[in-house]
């Protein structure tokens, strides 16, 4: 699809990977005008993952972070054990 090559980055390319995707449409190929909707495949994946994006824009990205643990949960060896230690170290990319 020509129409979805994207001549810049940021918030243009993530607009035009989920319109390609099938997540995003517009009535518009100009995405300074147009009007955004998600579609049906979206609120599906919405449902089946367990997440909302409403939920999600609602974090303060100067206070919160999403994570991953590496290497897993934490294992529980009882009702009333619990992690010792909680670490968040930033790497750059060059390391």
Not at 43 to 53: D, V
Not at 78 to 90: A, E, I, N, Q, T
Request: proline residues 6%; charged residues 25%; hydrophobic residues 45%.
């Amino acid at each position: 699809m020509a129409w979805l090559e994207h001549p810049r980055g940021g918030i243009s390319k993530a607009l035009y990977e989920l319109i390609d995707a099938g997540l995003l449409q517009t009535d518009k190929h100009d995405l300074g005008t147009a009007k955004f909707s998600v579609t049906e495949y979206l609120l599906k994946l919405q449902s089946l993952m367990g997440f909302s994006l409403n939920f999600l824009a609602s974090f303060d990205r100067d206070r919160c972070m999403t994570l991953e643990p590496l290497f897993g949960l934490p294992r529980m060896v009882g009702p009333w054990s619990k992690p010792d230690v909680f670490v968040l170290m930033p790497f750059k990319d060059d390391m």
